[in-house]
């Protein structure tokens, strides 16, 4: 059964860290560019960052250098590091594959939205004191 998980999530204080994993089941997640997507309560998904199967990465959005994507290969995940976390950060993060097999992650959030194969399904973020 193909299949992502992700986990990691939790609260935690504004300023602090979390990392996120997603595994993947059923497939080689090293074959494919891998996203990790956001949700915010009452607002559309949004892309965080994703990762080629070259190991080039993409940030979305206003994310800076406070979170880091990476591949564990050993465990056939991708996981997420998020730093200086803020009550903005909030929210459900879900992973997501690229399909097809290979394809690089899309310079634009728009162009991969379009490209999303498989999601996984979620795990949430709070964010305060």
């Known amino acids: 059964q193909v299949q992502l998980v992700e986990s990691g999530g939790g609260l935690v204080q504004p300023g602090g860290s979390l990392r996120l994993s997603c595994v993947a089941s059923?497939?080689?997640?090293?074959?494919?560019?891998t996203g990790w997507f956001r949700q915010k309560p009452g607002k559309e998904r949004e892309a965080v960052s994703c990762?080629?199967?070259?190991?080039?990465?993409t940030n979305y959005h206003s994310v800076g250098g406070r979170v880091a994507i990476y591949r564990d290969n050993a465990n056939n995940a991708v996981n997420l590091d998020l730093d200086d976390l803020q009550p903005d950060d909030a929210g459900v993060y879900y992973c997501?594959?690229?399909?097809?097999?290979?394809?690089?992650?899309?310079?634009?959030?728009?162009?991969?939205?379009?490209?999303?194969?498989?999601w996984g399904q979620g795990t949430q973020v709070i964010v305060s004191t």
């Open positions: 059923g497939f080689t997640l090293g074959d494919y560019g």
């Open positions: 997501a594959t690229v399909r097809p097999r290979g394809r690089p992650c899309p310079s634009l959030e728009s162009d991969l939205l379009l490209v999303i194969g498989v």
């Open positions: 990762i080629g199967t070259t190991d080039f990465s």
